[in-house]
């Protein structure tokens, strides 16, 4: 008995948030999702890329990349909160059977502040 490619491979969830301090090196794993197939063998083998992601309108893989293997996501840069402070990347998870079947989950990623801009000091008021 050979397994046909009936299932798509599922993620735990549809949507997932991920929590990135501001500054953090570049090279930093900020995620990583998993999606599990049921089939056997090869139709049970799921690869992870990003689709249909920008981010202020430059591709992702400007700011992030994803471990095909096991949908781990990396920072390719650092991030600036006070330039971004959330955006969303769609990740698919394709099995490598014949045809391949795949699924889809949301990341949101959420951008954390850090204390990291000196105080200004504005000139006082004619009224002070």
Known sequence: ???INDNAPRFDASSYNAYVMENSAPGASIFALTALD??????SYVSYSFVD???HNLPVSTYLSINSMN???FALRSFDYEELKNFQINVQARDAGVPPLSSSATVNVIILDQ???APVIVSPSEHS
């Open 38 to 43: 049921p089939d056997q063998e090869q139709n």
């Open 1 to 3: 008995i050979t397994d």
């Open 53 to 55: 992601s920008r981010i």
């Open 71 to 73: 949908g781990t996501i």
């Open 115 to 117: 204390n990291d801009n």
